[in-house]
């Protein structure tokens, strides 16, 4: 069957899943940009009740930030698509071989246009608010260290996420608990990463701000660093584990249980050999 067909077919089998993937980015993505606005912005109402310290709004911003992915993680649509709301952690279990090609296609279009549609709708809606430079459409840029720092500092926070979500999910105690611990590393990152890279992890939330910002300066380190680095831990996790298999690609872990979205004899995109196309 030639590869554009197997699109078709991925397409109505699975639409509702790419659906959730984009909306799940579009939420971040939305929720990022209303948090920064409420928190950087010097106008905001919040504005007389905030600390002046950067590192302390970037705390508030990472709280705020991991109760978003927690959200998304821990939703029931999120749970169905496994929220990967990102096109790195796609590829990453896709190498892995937990989601087909076709279906990886199509979760990366998703996202991308999730990330495009959020930032152009807070750009139109939220004006000189989004565009104001404490707030700069929330782009992801290398900081004043410079791009070779932004590069590994990207490297670095992608590759540990990574790591920490597939031992979290090989774990029988812990994969009930991946959202949760991606949330709060999400949080620590902001707090002290994001001064030296922006603290992107997600090459679709990079592009979909970059272009309602106009601006691509570094743009992209953030297509390079994320992809690679998580594609190298998951090299790192078959040689620890021996070649031992995930159950799916659902961050909020999965199998065969009463609190599982699936049931046996369904087809959801993450068990690539169920149903061959």
């Known amino acids: 069957m030639p590869f554009a067909a197997h699109l078709r077919v991925a397409f109505r089998r699975h639409w509702p899943y790419y659906l959730a993937e984009a909306a799940g980015l579009a939420c971040f993505v939305l929720c990022a940009g209303l948090l920064t606005v409420l928190l950087e912005h010097p106008a905001s109402p919040l504005a007389p009740w905030l600390p002046a310290q950067p590192v302390a709004r970037r705390a508030l911003m990472g709280l705020g930030m991991a109760l978003v992915i927690m959200g998304i993680v821990y939703s029931p649509w999120g749970k169905r698509s496994g929220a990967h709301i990102n096109p790195a952690v796609t590829l990453a279990f896709w190498q892995l071989g937990k989601l087909r090609t076709s279906d990886a296609v199509w979760y990366v279009l998703a996202q991308l246009t999730g990330a495009i549609g959020a930032a152009q709708l807070l750009r139109g809606t939220m ?140 087809e959801p995109p993450h068990y690539p050999t169920q149903h061959p196309e």
């Open 127 to 266: 004006g000189h608010w989004y565009a104001h430079p404490a707030v700069n459409f929330t782009v992801t840029e290398p900081g004043p260290q410079g791009p070779l720092v932004a590069f590994w500092a990207e490297f670095g926070i992608s590759f540990l996420l990574m790591v920490v979500l597939l031992v979290a999910l090989h774990s029988r105690r812990l994969k009930r608990w991946t959202g949760v611990v991606m949330g709060l590393l999400l949080a620590v990152y902001i707090v002290v990463e994001a001064p030296y890279s922006g603290m992107s992890l997600n090459p679709a939330r990079s592009l979909g701000t970059a272009l309602a910002a106009g601006s691509y300066q570094g743009l992209w380190l953030y297509w390079v660093a994320p992809p690679l680095a998580m594609w190298l831990a998951t090299v790192l996790f078959r040689y620890l584990y021996h070649g031992e298999d995930l159950e799916c690609a659902v961050l909020a872990g999965c199998g065969p249980s009463p609190a599982s979205p699936h049931t046996m004899g369904e």
